[in-house]
Structures are given as C-alpha cells and as structure tokens.
C-alpha cells in the first residue's frame, strides 16, 4: 500500500500556529502545559434547518475528509482540517467569486520554502447541507497544486474557527459529518472521553508511543484531520527498527522536505492500543496523529468543553500504512 498523502504532501503544517500566530518556537510550544480550553470564540452566526444538528456525506480520499460546501452560493469542497489555524479558501477561486483580497505576508509552507497567504476582505456566506454560517474571516492561498497531487478538488479548508463554534463528530465508518450546536450535544453511550487541551489554535491530547528499542514514552500529540499519516513523532529517529529516509513532493504550499519513515511497536489513545503504526517525522511541526489512526474511530471534537470522544469501529484493527 502506498503512505499516506500527508507524508507524500503535508500541506496541514502551513497553517499550525507555531509559524506565525504564537510568538515562540514549535519546540518552545511543546514544553509548555496546555490550556484546559478553547481560545475565546470570535464573532459568528450560524443557522441549523432544524434540530440544531445537521449530518452530512462526505468524500474519504488519502485519509483525508471532504466535505460539500457553499460560499456565497458558489459549489466547493473543502477539506477538514483540525491541524488548521485559518479557515481558507483557494486563491483561483476567490477570484473566479469577484472576492476582494488584501496581500499579506509570506509564511513557512509545509516545506522548506514560504507561502504567500493573502487576506480575503469580503464577508462570506459558508453553507453546508442544513447549515448556514456567516462572520468567518477567511484568507486565501493557492491550492491547485494539491488538487493535483490528491487527486481530489481540495478548494478550501474549514479549520479552527469551525471547530470551536461546533461539536463535529466524524464518522469515518459510514462516512457523514455531524455538525452539533453545542447547546444540544449529548455524549454518545459508548466511546471514551479523552482530555482535550490547546497549544495556540492546536488540538492536543495525550497519548503513550513505543518506539522499538525505547521505554514507552507519555507524549502531547497534536490531532490533524487535516494529515492522512497515522503518527508523526521525533523518536522514530531513535528506533532501534527499519528506518528509512523520505522526501515530499514541492507543492504551492512548500518545497519538498527530506524526512524520516518507520513503525513504531504501539500507540495508545485512553485504552486503545493501536500495534505497528507508521510513523514519520521531521517534516516540520513534529508530534500529531493524522487520519489514519482517527480512520480506525468514530471521533468527536468538542472544543467548548475540552474533550474528545473515540470510539473504535470496524477498522480499529485494520493493518497499517507501510511504504513501498
């Protein structure tokens, strides 16, 4: 099987907070005690059709979620993306809606190179199937060349600014979106809450890696839906194991990146074990879990009250990625 897209083309490493939107390094970041909830929310409205919930199909291509939208009426789809620190939408397409963009600065990209991120000026009307919000401050960047590389439309992002004004349950067994207005949420009778806590506008659980070789280490992971890989940590480099060098692909959103690939023995979220996962590292932002370990749950994201639900599905055991 092939790795996963996010090793091939991490793009969710643009848009963590470490780069631009906190004033201290990634490492700085690590060592820091996360908060015990959400930054404050900003201003938006939201309109649910009725019940004040709405589930929606989506599209589940290299691990990664996609999702049907509407801004100002126009079709797109969007990926989701909890490693996301802005909502965004694609520079190509901003244009093509006649939106008004401000030029902004030039940011590290998912690589070694920078990005141009540009502001979009113009407010916007986000629609999913019996949802409509509004007061979002989007920006703008090209992803075409993602697109390309996915094989998939990838015209937007909805990052952290949609997390925190709902609670999002991804169910990657039937593949639908279930968006929740917090006030009505209840939690699911089965699955286990997980603390959930923040560096910036990172999502961040605890969870337990064994790397071969190594004492089972306690470690803070950043949870990236945006990411297709199953792990990515620094110690796969002190593996005792199979390790092999990689290097990404050069997108519009950063310059190939030379890295390291091999399995870890486990990795544990509360009480799920999860054996010989693929592990990746040195990319650039380090310690998360991507979609391929999130595949293997029915997961929930409630921001407001700094939790997350998992709860195993039918491919919690399903053998992991490897690289040809």
Same mark, same amino acid.
């Given at each position: 099987?092939?790795?996963?897209?996010?090793?091939?083309?991490?793009?969710?490493?643009?848009?963590?907070?470490?780069?631009?939107?906190?004033?201290?390094?990634?490492?700085?970041?690590?060592?820091?005690?996360?908060? /015990?909830?959400?930054?404050?929310?900003?201003?938006? =409205?939201?309109?649910?059709?009725?019940?004040?919930?709405?589930?929606?199909?989506? #599209? !589940?291509? /290299?691990?990664?979620?996609?999702?049907?939208?509407?801004?100002?009426? *126009?079709? &797109?789809? !969007?990926?989701?993306?909890?490693?996301?620190?802005?909502?965004?939408?694609?520079?190509?397409?901003?244009?093509?809606?006649? &939106?008004? &963009? =401000?030029?902004?600065?030039?940011?590290?990209?998912?690589?070694?190179?920078?990005?141009?991120?540009?502001?979009?000026?113009?407010?916007?009307?986000?629609?999913?199937?019996?949802? #409509?919000?509004?007061?979002?401050?989007? %920006?703008?960047?090209?992803?075409?060349?993602?697109?390309?590389?996915?094989? @998939?439309?990838? *015209?937007? &992002?909805?990052?952290?600014?949609?997390?925190?004004?709902?609670?999002?349950?991804?169910?990657?067994?039937? $593949?639908?979106?279930?968006?929740?207005?917090?006030?009505?949420?209840?939690?699911?009778?089965?699955?286990?809450?997980?603390?959930?806590? !923040?560096?910036? $506008?990172?999502?961040?659980? @605890?969870?337990?890696?064994?790397?071969?070789?190594?004492?089972?280490?306690?470690? *803070?992971?950043?949870?990236?839906?945006?990411?297709?890989?199953?792990?990515?940590?620094?110690?796969?480099?002190?593996?005792?194991? /199979?390790?092999?060098?990689?290097? %990404?692909?050069?997108?519009?959103?950063?310059?190939?990146?030379?890295?390291?690939?091999?399995?870890?023995?486990?990795?544990?979220?509360?009480?799920?074990?999860?054996?010989?996962?693929?592990?990746?590292?040195?990319?650039?932002? *380090?310690?998360?879990?991507?979609? #391929?370990?999130?595949?293997?749950?029915?997961?929930?994201?409630?921001?407001? @009250?700094?939790?997350?639900?998992?709860?195993?599905?039918?491919?919690?055991?399903?053998? !992991?990625?490897?690289?040809?």
């Amino acid at each position: 099987m092939q790795l996963s897209r996010a090793v091939i083309c991490s793009h969710a490493f643009l848009f963590w907070p470490a780069f631009f939107l906190v004033g201290v390094s990634a490492s700085a970041q690590q060592r820091n005690p996360t908060p /015990e909830s959400a930054p404050r929310k900003a201003s938006t =409205t939201f309109r649910f059709d009725r019940n004040g919930s709405t589930t929606i199909p989506f #599209e !589940f291509v /290299e691990n990664s979620i996609y999702v049907p939208v509407r801004i100002n009426g *126009e079709p &797109l789809w !969007f990926l989701l993306d909890s490693g996301s620190s802005f909502m965004l939408i694609d520079r190509g397409k901003a244009q093509v809606l006649g &939106l008004s &963009l =401000t030029k902004g600065r030039s940011i590290h990209g998912a690589g070694t190179g920078k990005v141009q991120i540009d502001s979009v000026q113009d407010k916007l009307v986000l629609q999913l199937q019996g949802l #409509e919000m509004s007061g979002y401050q989007f %920006s703008a960047v090209g992803l075409q060349s993602v697109s390309d590389n996915i094989g @998939h439309k990838e *015209e937007g &992002l909805l990052g952290y600014d949609f997390f925190k004004t709902f609670v999002v349950t991804v169910n990657y067994d039937s $593949k639908t979106l279930t968006i929740t207005d917090p006030r009505f949420f209840r939690n699911p009778p089965k699955g286990t809450v997980v603390p959930l806590g !923040f560096q910036g $506008k990172w999502p961040v659980i @605890h969870a337990t890696i064994a790397v071969p070789g190594l004492a089972p280490v306690d470690s *803070e992971f950043v949870v990236d839906s945006g990411s297709g890989d199953a792990v990515d940590h620094p110690l796969i480099k002190q593996s005792t194991g /199979e390790i092999k060098r990689t290097r %990404s692909q050069a997108t519009s959103l950063g310059d190939p990146v030379t890295g390291y690939f091999g399995h870890i023995d486990w990795l544990q979220i509360g009480p799920y074990r999860m054996h010989n996962p693929a592990t990746f590292c040195c990319g650039g932002a *380090e310690k998360a879990i991507g979609g #391929e370990i999130l595949r293997r749950f029915t997961v929930t994201f409630d921001y407001g @009250h700094a939790k997350m639900i998992f709860e195993p599905n039918s491919q919690f055991d399903d053998p !992991f990625l490897t690289k040809d």
